[in-house]
Nanobody
Framework: QAQLVESGGGLVQAGGSLRLSCTVS????????MGWYRQAPGKQRELVAT??????????NYADSVKGRFTISRDNAKNTVYLQMNSLKPEDTAVYYC???????????????WGQGTQVTVSS
């Protein structure tokens, strides 16, 4: 089973930016769907963004709370998925995780083992 290692988190002021990376231990070329999730203290883990590979290019989807601020992308040659986060808000504070997904639907389940995540803290 693929191992997922997230990195790039840190402490940033509101309005700032961070780019998260998720390195996968196997080739992601044939992995159709991947996603970024986050879990804030005392809250359930939630899906933030998905990227679906396709013949006409990748298709991305976002939670309403991050739409227009976050961008998910993938580099198959590096087996890495990225999450560019701009205009960060204190409510974006959470541990961020990536995972493979079982389908193209927003409601598909994650299929891999969870990594350790990367902490993002946004100060006001």
């Amino acid at each position: 089973q693929a191992q997922l290692v997230e990195s790039g988190g840190g402490l940033v002021q509101a309005g700032g930016s961070l780019r998260l990376s998720c390195t996968v231990s196997i080739s992601i070329f044939s992995i159709n769907a991947m996603g970024w999730y986050r879990q804030a203290p005392g809250k359930q883990r939630e899906l933030v963004a998905t990227i679906i590979s396709g013949g006409s290019g990748d298709r991305t989807n976002y939670a309403d709370s991050v739409k227009g601020r976050f961008t998910i992308s993938r580099d198959n040659a590096k087996n890495t998925v990225y999450l560019q986060m701009n205009s960060l808000k204190p409510e974006d504070t959470a541990v961020y995780y990536c995972n493979t997904r079982g389908g193209r639907s927003w409601y598909s389940f994650p299929t891999g083992s969870w990594g350790q995540g990367t902490q993002v803290t946004v100060s006001s």
